[in-house]
């Protein structure tokens, strides 16, 4: 009927672990499960996307189906003040009855929210406010990948719906008649599920119980399997990951003579990332930046979550270093015992790695060549200076992104408390610099919307979801709706979330 999926597709370069479990099945159609996690590093970046999908009923027409009656209670037993995520339903639509979920077969994906803390929200902008089921939902429109994203929040900030029980079609019946999606379209997938995205802060572990979890229903003996098990877990993403970066090193060094030969591949693949490019909105900081020759990332051969980052230039009217760099270095804490490692050359210290601890950054004063020239002077952090712990709320202050961020080169010379430069130097490391060949060529997984050729499809991978590329495309390669749909599709029929009907083929 459902299948638990403990989803980690977003944890690549960050420190933590997550386990899921399954509590039971009641009557064969309620599903109870818990989520424990804890996650460090890239704020505001998905990590996880825990959740249940439904197996049975779908494939079926809009027009076909009568209701979408469903119950979610769940709760937070344990939860830390800085955590980042959301629970919300997600449900899928296609042009043809055996489409699937973020695929280039997805026309549009709807997503429910019924909760969203630490500043989470949904893809693209807010376009409306509407009265659904007697609630009152902000509606939130954007395209991801290949498909057109419909979200419903609560309107207000602080309304969480912890005991949820709807019905779902009213939602897909006022995009209908708002919007114009069409009623031909098929409900080919439907979740519900938890995201997280936390914070640059290490924390304790965040918790989630759905349904049918109370805080007593896990003995003393079951939490310690649990913990066990995410320790096995996190030895084993530790190894991948520093086995991953050793084997990469040496094709990373051949691949820069490549690069070099290549004009303006550095400044092209950094205007061509989303997140990068917002920082670079000074036309000062864009002229500087096309003298930019190369970007080299160094791992620590110890360790390799610290590194070095190296900005090469060309000769140029701003500065007269060569390189510019920016430190993460690793710190060992004198008087700890001595450590024997495993076979696999792995320590207890290594698996308790903290960022805000172990990672030290290490900054360089830029050898501005006249004080005319000096970005860092001439573009100064004003919401950052004015003590602004939230640039949204410096934003709001009448401050564009480039007052409050200033000159993308106080990265090179500035330690922020906020871990604003860290978050800065993962993204560089852990994204732009392994896929510098996908982002040149407008085709990263975080590459700005307006690059994207009219009928070009990247095809989606589930770490887009939401949070991915916003892209622009034609539907035109979409499979066409199949004519001789089944004729059990005429017929008005429910989905039922508890109670599924008979199971259809998926592809």
């Given at each position: 009927?459902?299948?638990?999926?403990?989803?980690?597709?977003?944890?690549?370069?960050?420190?933590?672990?997550?386990?899921?479990?399954?509590?039971?099945?009641?009557?064969?159609?309620?599903?109870?499960?818990?989520?424990?996690?804890?996650?460090?590093?890239?704020?505001?970046?998905?990590?996880?996307?825990?959740?249940?999908?439904?197996?049975?009923?779908?494939?079926?027409?809009?027009?076909?189906?009568?209701?979408?009656?469903?119950?979610?209670?769940?709760?937070?037993?344990?939860?830390?003040?800085?955590?980042?995520?959301?629970?919300?339903?997600?449900?899928?639509?296609?042009?043809?009855?055996?489409?699937?979920?973020?695929?280039?077969?997805?026309?549009?994906?709807?997503?429910?929210?019924?909760?969203?803390?630490?500043?989470?929200?949904?893809?693209?902008?807010?376009?409306?406010?509407?009265?659904?089921?007697?609630?009152?939902?902000?509606?939130?429109?954007?395209?991801?990948?290949?498909?057109?994203?419909?979200?419903?929040?609560?309107?207000?900030?602080?309304?969480?719906?912890?005991?949820?029980?709807?019905?779902?079609?009213?939602?897909?019946?006022?995009?209908?008649?708002?919007?114009?999606?069409?009623?031909?379209?098929?409900?080919?997938?439907?979740?519900?599920?938890?995201?997280?995205?936390?914070?640059?802060?290490?924390?304790?572990?965040?918790?989630?119980?759905?349904?049918?979890?109370?805080?007593?229903?896990?003995?003393?003996?079951?939490?310690?399997?649990?913990?066990?098990?995410?320790?096995?877990?996190?030895?084993?993403?530790?190894?991948?990951?520093?086995?991953?970066?050793?084997?990469?090193?040496?094709?990373?060094?051949?691949?820069?003579?490549?690069?070099?030969?290549?004009?303006?591949?550095?400044?092209?693949?950094?205007?061509?990332?989303?997140?990068?490019?917002?920082?670079?909105?000074?036309?000062?900081?864009?002229?500087?930046?096309?003298?930019?020759?190369?970007?080299?990332?160094?791992?620590?051969?110890?360790?390799?979550?610290?590194?070095?980052?190296?900005?090469?230039?060309?000769?140029?009217?701003?500065?007269?270093?060569?390189?510019?760099?920016?430190?993460?270095?690793?710190?060992?804490?004198?008087?700890?015992?001595?450590?024997?490692?495993?076979?696999?050359?792995?320590?207890?210290?290594?698996?308790?790695?903290?960022?805000?601890?172990?990672?030290?950054?290490?900054?360089?004063?830029?050898?501005?060549?006249?004080?005319?020239?000096?970005?860092?002077?001439?573009?100064?952090?004003?919401?950052?200076?004015?003590?602004?712990?939230?640039?949204?709320?410096?934003?709001?202050?009448?401050?564009?992104?480039?007052?409050?961020?200033?000159?993308?080169?106080?990265?090179?010379?500035?330690?922020?408390?906020?871990?604003?430069?860290?978050?800065?130097?993962?993204?560089?490391?852990?994204?732009?610099?392994?896929?510098?060949?996908?982002?040149?060529?407008g085709q990263g997984q975080n590459v700005r919307a307006d690059l994207i050729a009219p009928g070009?499809?990247?095809?989606?991978?589930?770490?887009?979801?939401?949070?991915?590329?916003?892209?622009?495309?034609?539907?035109?390669?979409?499979?066409?709706?199949?004519?001789?749909?089944?004729?059990?599709?005429?017929?008005?029929?429910?989905?039922?979330?508890?109670?599924?009907?008979?199971?259809?083929?998926?592809?």
């Amino acid at each position: 009927i459902y299948t638990l999926l403990n989803d980690q597709w977003g944890i690549s370069g960050y420190t933590g672990s997550q386990t899921a479990q399954a509590l039971g099945c009641t009557g064969g159609t309620t599903l109870a499960w818990t989520t424990t996690y804890t996650w460090t590093g890239g704020p505001y970046q998905v990590k996880t996307y825990t959740d249940i999908y439904l197996n049975s009923g779908l494939g079926k027409q809009l027009s076909a189906i009568k209701s979408i009656p469903t119950v979610w209670d769940w709760s937070y037993p344990t939860a830390s003040s800085d955590l980042v995520a959301d629970v919300s339903y997600d449900l899928w639509l296609s042009a043809s009855s055996t489409g699937s979920g973020a695929s280039s077969t997805s026309s549009y994906e709807i997503m429910i929210w019924l909760s969203a803390r630490g500043g989470a929200g949904p893809a693209g902008s807010q376009v409306a406010t509407a009265t659904i089921n007697g609630d009152s939902w902000a509606v939130y429109q954007g395209v991801v990948s290949t498909w057109t994203v419909y979200s419903f929040k609560p309107a207000s900030a602080s309304t969480e719906y912890m005991s949820f029980s709807q019905d779902l079609l009213p939602f897909l019946t006022y995009l209908e008649t708002t919007y114009g999606v069409s009623s031909s379209q098929y409900l080919v997938q439907a979740q519900a599920a938890e995201m997280s995205m936390p914070t640059n802060k290490r924390r304790r572990n965040d918790e989630t119980d759905h349904e049918l979890m109370r805080s007593d229903d896990i003995s003393d003996e079951q939490l310690k399997a649990l913990d066990g098990i995410a320790s096995e877990l996190a030895r084993a993403h530790f190894i991948v990951d520093r086995d991953h970066e050793r084997r990469c090193q040496p094709i990373y060094e051949k691949r820069r003579k490549v690069f070099a030969a290549v004009p303006k591949f550095w400044p092209t693949a950094m205007k061509n990332h989303r997140d990068l490019s917002a920082f670079l909105q000074i036309a000062d900081d864009q002229d500087a930046m096309a003298y930019l020759k190369e970007i080299h990332v160094q791992r620590d051969p110890k360790e390799h979550r610290a590194f070095t980052i190296e900005f090469h230039f060309s000769e140029n009217p701003y500065f007269s270093d060569t390189v510019l760099r920016k430190e993460y270095q690793h710190v060992t804490h004198a008087g700890g015992e001595p450590e024997e490692a495993d076979a696999d050359g792995v320590t207890k210290s290594m698996l308790d790695f903290k960022p805000e601890r172990d990672i030290k950054e290490k900054t360089f004063k830029i050898n501005w060549k006249n004080d005319s020239k000096n970005l860092v002077k001439k573009h100064p952090r004003k919401g950052l200076a004015a003590q602004q712990d939230d640039e949204d709320e410096a934003m709001e202050l009448g401050m564009g992104m480039e007052e409050v961020y200033g000159s993308f080169f106080h990265f090179f010379e500035t330690v922020e408390p906020e871990e604003l430069d860290f978050d800065l130097g993962t993204t560089i490391s852990e994204d732009l610099y392994p896929d510098a060949m996908e982002y040149f060529t407008g085709q990263g997984q975080n590459v700005r919307a307006d690059l994207i050729a009219p009928g070009l499809y990247l095809m989606a991978i589930l770490t887009s979801l939401r949070y991915g590329p916003q892209s622009i495309f034609n539907n035109e390669s979409d499979e066409e709706e199949d004519d001789d749909s089944e004729d059990d599709d005429d017929d008005a029929s429910e989905i039922d979330l508890e109670k599924p009907k008979k199971k259809k083929s998926r592809v």
